[in-house]
Each structure stands twice: as structure tokens, then as C-alpha cells.
């Protein structure tokens, strides 16, 4: 399975924050009844998405110790304290 970049992976959130926020902003401009709803809604959904992968990874990358450390045994955790 083909990878993204890394560039192009950490890019991700902020894509979906900015496209998710130009959305909204174009559900306020063109109120037209059915594209400004499905808009906001689809801005919507890309902000909270992006924030969400943001948060995500920001959490994995401050605990990535403790994942690397799940399944060893706990003699091993003492050994490497020494």
C-alpha cells in the first residue's frame, strides 16, 4: 500500500481546518438554502476533523514511550530504569 509523504502527512490537519473553514465562510457569503447548508455542514465536519487528527497525534507523539513499552515484560521496564 503506497504511503503519503511525510510532508504531505503533517499537512493533513491543516488542510482539512482550512478547507473546512473556507467552506464555512462561503456558507455565510452564498446563501443559497441548499449549498449553504450542505457547506456549513462539510465546514464543519473539516474543522472538527482536523482538530481531531491535530489532537491525535499530538497525544501519540507526548505518550510514544508508553506505546513503544506495551507488551514487555515489566522486569524489562525496571531494567531500563537503572
Known amino acids: 500500500m503506497p504511503r503519503l509523504s511525510k510532508p504531505v502527512y503533517e499537512s493533513l490537519p491543516g488542510a482539512y481546518v482550512a478547507l473546512g473553514a473556507a ?4 456558507s455565510y457569503h452564498w446563501r443559497n438554502a441548499w449549498w449553504s447548508t450542505l457547506s456549513a455542514a462539510l465546514g464543519f465536519v473539516g474543522v472538527v476533523l482536523g482538530l481531531v487528527l491535530w489532537m491525535h497525534r499530538r497525544d501519540f507523539r507526548a505518550t510514544a514511550d508508553d506505546y513503544r513499552r506495551r507488551g514487555r515484560p515489566v522486569i524489562d521496564a525496571v531494567d531500563d530504569q537503572r
Open 23 to 26: 467552506l464555512l465562510w462561503a
